[in-house]
């Protein structure tokens, strides 16, 4: 069945430190691949998408590629702020269902 | 601008009891679901609605049950409270097919 794995967290960085959060997907056909971010005691929000392969996805300094022959789409940010702190979900779209990663918790730093 | 509205944001049930988990939803979107968060599962589909009069299972349906009687509502029923529905449920709605799925901000349940 579809699913998707991301990187177990928790992940801890420097401000102006480089981020990766690794995703990949399993699933047949072509979904459309998420990110979604949680910031403490809110619902989840969407931070970026990409709808086909090699598309990149990116909003708020945050990018991510959608590759196929790789089947993962991992998030990255060049330089982290203490305000990205926040639980991150990769998830992948079958028209009724969505798949939803296990989430990293990311803590920046100052 | 309202967006998705879950109510009660806390809730505490014994073993047995029943209750219903508020959503509605500003948005026209047809499509509505109902999520739970559990540590180190991430999200998990519970029920789900393409439309009024439209619902379908998702992961983990058992112990709960859904309606859609209008495009704005979509209310999640525990019959009989268990403490393994001890979680943070999420309600979350959609335009459509590959859309952006809109969180409401959640409900908190503890089933002792």
């Known amino acids: ?37 949680q910031y403490p005691g809110e619902g989840l929000q969407l931070l970026l998408k990409a709808t086909k392969a090699d598309d990149k996805g990116s909003n708020k300094g945050f990018e991510a590629t959608y590759r196929k022959e790789t089947t993962s789409f991992h998030l990255e940010k060049g330089s982290v702020q203490v305000s990205d702190s926040a639980v991150y979900f990769c998830a992948l779209d079958r028209g009724n269902q969505f798949y939803f990663g296990t989430g990293t918790s990311l803590t920046v730093i100052p | 601008n309202a967006g998705v509205t879950q109510t009660p944001k806390f809730q ?13 939803q500003d948005m ?49 029923r525990l019959l009989s409270a268990a403490p393994s529905q001890t979680s943070v449920y999420f309600c979350a709605s959609s335009p459509g097919f590959a859309g952006e799925l809109f969180f409401g901000e959640g409900s908190r349940l503890t089933v002792l």
């Open chain 1, 1 to 37: 069945g579809d699913s998707v794995t991301q990187m177990e967290g928790p992940v801890t960085l420097s401000e102006e430190a480089f981020l990766t959060i690794n995703c990949t997907y399993t699933a047949t056909g072509y979904p459309s691949l998420f990110w979604y971010v």
């Open chain 2, 12 to 24: 505490v049930l014994k073993t047995g009891q029943s209750m219903t988990l508020q959503c509605a």
């Open chain 2, 28 to 76: 026209n979107h047809e499509y509505m679901s109902w999520y739970r968060q559990d540590p180190g599962m991430g999200l998990r589909l519970i029920h789900y609605s393409v439309g009024a009069g439209i619902t379908d299972q998702g992961e983990v349906p058992n112990g709960y049950n859904v309606s859609r009687s209008t495009t704005e509502d979509f209310p999640l």
